[in-house]
């Protein structure tokens, strides 16, 4: 009995640990919760839902004011940054993978502006700046975009 149960937790460990590549770290609830911000912020900002729609389709060319604060607002949902533009790292250090901490250390201060800029720009440099950097999507979990 004991044996079968170490085997089912070596299954287990293998199965959610050791397989799991790190764009996969981005819980399946999660990808529901970011929808939901992504759709409730269509309505705080009364974006375009075009824009959004071809936004999230991989336009980036759209620097609408009404875009970049749709950004901040599902920024803001996620607890990522304040209206301000107010980056919240430990919130950001607690959506990655431990041993991803120090990579998207270096992701998030390379993508965080260093001149003050209002907040809209500010998120909206931060996750073109993520895009950019990380095409795969593995940090994906401190983004507004669907993996
Ligand atoms: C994303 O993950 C892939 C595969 O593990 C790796 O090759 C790549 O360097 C990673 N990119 C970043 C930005 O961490």
Redesign the pocket.
């Known amino acids: 009995m004991e044996t079968f149960q170490f085997a089912v937790f070596c299954v287990a460990f293998y199965t959610f640990v050791v397989s799991s590549?790190?764009?996969e770290f981005y819980p399946k609830r999660d990808v529901a919760t970011l929808k939901k911000y992504q759709m409730e912020c269509v309505e705080d900002t009364k974006v375009d839902p075009d824009l959004v729609i071809r936004f999230k389709a991989g336009d980036w060319r759209s620097e609408q004011p009404s875009l970049k604060n749709w950004v901040l607002c599902i920024l803001n949902k996620m607890g990522l940054m304040t209206m301000d533009g107010v980056y919240r790292l430990d919130e950001a250090m607690a959506r990655v993978g431990t041993k991803d901490k120090d990579?998207a250390e270096k992701?998030i201060d390379q993508c965080l502006s260093t001149t003050a800029l209002p907040a809209p720009d500010i998120a909206w440099k931060y996750v073109h700046c993520l895009h950019v950097?990380?095409p795969?999507g593995?940090?994906s979990s401190i983004s507004i975009l669907t993996p």
């Open positions: 590549p790190i764009k990579m992701l950097n990380d795969l593995n940090y």
